[in-house]
């Protein structure tokens, strides 16, 4: 009896692992149907994949480095201009042969070093006087250095102030004291905050950004902080 039911059992293992590769059987021939059927535009796809990759490269190698490179040019001798004091020249943009900071910005403003020319643009723009021309061009600048994102909000907040637009100016040095991680740029645009704030008789936020120096940064302050908090109660 217990043989009869081994065999039984046996059978019916055997049914089930036939079944078992029947249905692989099916799946593989339904796989194979469904290629046959899409292999056109499976293969237009994959080819889109492999020629997109391939024209990142490309991009990369014959577009985006001669730029680095030529802007890289221009960057430097309009540099060279500022360094040696002579402020419209490196600022330039007003002839092909002198193209300064703008016009490397113009032409190469897709690269880091015609990101890096605009916002030195700003910085002269500012010097000049021409406030809300700086302000357009720093706001375009961008980076992965948070210090100089920091800087740009510090720079922009400037331009709002000799555009006496003092609560946006404000509003971006409040983003100036945190973009960045080193702690020198935070103190500094924190200070700086406190006391637009305290101009402005914003005694609040002037006690906010002060009570802030006194708690993380009293290593730059010198204790200068006590001084202005106390100035927030009568001012």
Do not use: C, H, W
């Amino acid at each position: 009896m217990a043989k009869l039911a081994k065999n039984a059992q046996n059978e019916q293992e055997g049914k089930e692992t036939v079944e078992f590769f029947k249905d692989l059987d099916r799946e593989a021939l339904n796989t194979e149907r469904f290629l046959e059927k899409y292999s056109k535009p499976l293969g237009i796809v994959f080819g889109a994949l492999i020629l997109g990759v391939l024209g990142f490269f490309a991009y990369k190698q014959f577009i985006v480095a001669p730029q680095n490179a030529e802007a890289m040019k221009t960057f430097l001798s309009a540099q060279k201009n500022l360094m040696e004091g002579k402020d419209k020249e490196a600022l330039g943009g007003k002839s092909a042969a002198n193209p300064g900071f703008v016009g490397t910005y113009n032409d190469y403003s897709s690269t880091n070093v015609g990101k890096l020319a605009g916002y030195n643009a700003g910085l002269l723009k500012f010097k000049e006087g021409k406030f809300q021309e700086a302000y357009d061009l720093l706001d375009q600048f961008s980076s992965d250095n948070k210090t100089l994102v920091a800087m740009k909000f510090g720079a922009m907040a400037d331009a709002k102030s000799g555009l006496n637009k003092n609560d946006e100016a404000l509003s971006l040095l409040d983003k100036a004291s945190s973009a960045s991680s080193d702690p020198y740029t935070s103190y500094f645009f924190t200070r700086k905050a406190g006391i637009l704030a305290l101009g402005l008789k914003k005694n609040a936020e002037a006690k906010k950004y002060f009570s802030a120096i006194d708690e993380k940064y009293q290593d730059y302050d010198n204790g200068m902080s006590d001084s202005y908090i106390e100035m927030t109660k009568y001012y």
